[in-house]
């Protein structure tokens, strides 16, 4: 991150809470993908912004934020090496359509379990993330 002030003086750095502790203690702001777009959204036209969270969300909002009618605004990724969700990557509209197919006819598919103790921390992440 700090190679990213260096070379961009003034910049927003914002992130997603799923980014290791150190850099979302030294981000500008942190949030949900909903939160990270409204930042973007809410600021002043020519801002700049390197966000640090999913290669493909970085890459959609930098094309339609930089556009004159939506501010001219610089975004950049916080991660050199594009920080690629693989299983985000996966999510389809087809799969998506299967899977609630599926479950309308009762059946359940691609099911996750995952052991007590990583359950119960999950859900004190999600919870965080919500407050936020």
């Given at each position: ?84 969700c693989t299983t985000m990557y ?9 899977a609630l197919e599926n479950l ?29």
């Amino acid at each position: 991150m700090d190679h990213v002030r260096a070379k961009y003086p003034g910049i927003q750095v914002i992130v997603h809470p799923e980014c290791r502790w150190e850099v979302c203690q030294k981000a500008d702001a942190l949030g949900s993908t909903e939160r990270l777009i409204q930042l973007v959204e809410d600021a002043p036209d020519g801002s700049t912004f390197a966000i640090g969270t999913e290669i493909h969300l970085v890459n959609r909002l930098a094309k339609r934020f930089a556009a004159p009618e939506m501010g001219n605004k610089k975004i950049i990724t916080l991660d050199d090496s594009g920080c690629l969700c693989t299983t985000m990557y996966r999510i389809s509209p087809q799969h998506l359509a299967w899977a609630l197919e599926n479950l309308i006819e009762g059946r359940v598919v691609n099911q996750i379990q995952v052991k007590r103790q990583v359950k119960a921390w999950a859900r004190v992440a999600l919870d965080r993330m919500l407050e936020v």
